[in-house]
């Protein structure tokens, strides 16, 4: 089966919303797919106990209303020379395009550490979506750990589904959470966030310069956490707890964009980072002709940047250039607002020594750090251990060894997700096939 469109749009978070309907609104016929069964993204992901947002609710009606087609459960899986591969529950399709805008949003980042398999273990992201979509956590002790704001928004979320959350330990130090605070005063939509996030989380402690050194497990309750370890400023203590929701801020998903050849960057001239970002221009184009980008995959920026992102690329897929240009000076802001983040959020370098010789790096292939000993990059080490090639495809294990130094990441290869042999059958073009396939 295969589908064409003027604008294809891939991802359905905020951003991919905002360039739907901006493409839509110059006529093109527009195209917006997302792996997920709901349209929103992350940050819009449907909660089974609440209303989405006024602003979700309007983009999604917007996006409708401008006459934009939503492919639901659509899955890019690869790349082909007129469009993309992609998997539904139905079977797969060609989705074809004259212009594609990259809305992949970011995932969260987690770094192994003594225990951290465990279960009752989840990125602070992670507990909040499973929450949103009906896991049970009324009434359970909930620590939440690593940083960022994102830490507060997950805590929030969790308190109303009626989690007692026991505490929020961010590895960043005061001085720089407060610093932050202080240049809120320059983005007062964003203070008056900071603020209400507080309130909801009233009694709530909200400690900095913590870190979960290790997780323990209950030998009687089939190795359940039970427990975890803080380092502070104060030493270290032992916290009770069920769950523990721990993320070490987010990282941009460019997996489609290596395939489809666009150039990435490591960072900023202000701040280093191990995560490629897409490269873009002024209009959201990519090094690859008729490609742009939009959103976290362009770097970490929050939702704002993300809309305003959308926008302009949106229009500026549908030829509409001058519309585009006008909301330059937005984004401008939106990004200032990224690189504040990044710097008072930088990870403190004991996160990096978290994992001890024998702690699983690799949860889907049971892999630990000491079996990648020897090995000179990220290729060998999972030719040689499997590293990498569980069904995640490495996001985790080698997003964690590229941020601890070990290997840099990888590129990308189709498919870019584990697929059903009949999808890989379609592909227009055999992808040179990924070393599970090959049966490494
Ligand atoms: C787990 C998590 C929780 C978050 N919670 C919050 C929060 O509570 N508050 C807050 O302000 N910010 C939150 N954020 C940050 C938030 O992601 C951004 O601020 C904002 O949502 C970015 O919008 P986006 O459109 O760029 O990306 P996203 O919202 O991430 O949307 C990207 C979309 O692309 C889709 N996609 C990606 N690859 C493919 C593919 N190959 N095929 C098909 N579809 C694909 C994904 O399914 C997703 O729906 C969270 C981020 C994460 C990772």
Redesign the pocket.
């Known amino acids: 089966m295969t589908a064409r469109f003027d604008v294809l749009v891939?991802?359905?978070?905020?951003?991919?919303?905002a360039a739907a309907q901006a493409a839509a609104s110059h006529g093109a016929r527009v195209g917006l797919?997302?792996?997920?069964p709901r349209?929103?993204?992350?940050?819009?992901?449907h909660d089974v106990r609440k209303q989405a947002p006024r602003a979700a609710v309007a983009a999604m009606q917007q996006t409708a209303a401008a006459g934009v087609e939503f492919l639901a459960q659509?899955?890019?899986?690869a790349a082909e020379p007129h469009g993309l591969l992609?998997e539904t529950p139905q079977g797969a399709r060609h989705v074809h395009y004259g212009a594609l805008i990259l809305?992949?949003?970011?995932?969260?980042l987690l770094l192994p550490f003594p225990g951290w398999t465990l279960p009752g273990i989840t990125?602070a992201?992670?507990l909040?979506?499973l929450v949103k979509q009906g896991w049970p956590i009324a009434g359970k002790r909930v620590a939440v750990a690593g940083t960022g704001?994102?830490l507060l928004?997950?805590a929030a979320?969790l308190r109303a589904h009626g989690a007692q959350v026991l505490g929020i330990f961010e590895q960043a130090p005061a001085a720089a959470v407060n610093a932050f605070a202080r240049q809120l005063l320059h983005w007062p939509a964003r203070a008056v966030q900071a603020i209400s996030l507080r309130a909801r989380l009233a009694g709530v402690p909200y400690r900095f310069g913590s870190i979960v050194r290790s997780a323990h497990g209950s030998e009687h309750d089939n190795h359940k956490l039970c427990a975890i370890e803080i380092e502070d400023t104060r030493g270290r203590h032992r916290l009770e707890c069920d769950h523990l929701a721990v993320?070490y801020g987010?990282l941009p998903?460019v997996?489609?964009a290596q395939l489809l050849g666009c150039a990435l960057a490591y960072g900023t001239p202000e701040y280093a980072s191990a995560h490629p970002h897409v490269i873009v221009d002024g209009l959201l184009r990519t090094s690859v002709a008729d490609v742009y980008a939009?959103?976290?995959?362009c770097g970490i920026?929050?939702?704002a940047a993300?809309r305003v992102e959308?926008l302009i690329a949106g229009h500026a897929a549908a030829g509409a250039t001058d519309a585009a240009i006008a909301l330059q000076p937005r984004r401008a802001k939106e990004r200032r607002f990224a690189a504040l983040l990044a710097k008072h959020f930088a990870l403190d370098s004991r996160v990096h020594d978290l994992a001890a010789p024998q702690t699983m790096i690799c949860r889907c292939e049971d892999v630990s750090l000491s079996a990648l000993d020897g090995f000179i990059d990220a290729r060998a080490a999972k030719l040689a251990t499997r590293c990498g090639m569980g069904a995640c495809q490495g996001r985790i294990c080698g997003s964690a060894l590229a941020e601890i130094g070990r290997f840099t990441r990888s590129g990308a290869r189709p498919p870019?997700?584990p697929i059903r042999l009949s999808t890989l059958a379609q592909a227009e073009v055999a992808p040179p096939l990924s070393d599970e396939y090959r049966g490494h």
């Open positions: 891939v991802g359905a978070g905020p951003a991919g919303l797919l997302d792996a997920q349209p929103g993204g992350q940050v819009w992901r659509h899955q890019v899986v992609v809305a992949s949003g970011a995932r969260e990125g992201g992670g909040q979506a704001p994102l928004a997950a979320t993320g987010l998903n997996e489609l939009a959103g976290e995959a920026g929050g939702l993300a959308g870019l997700f």
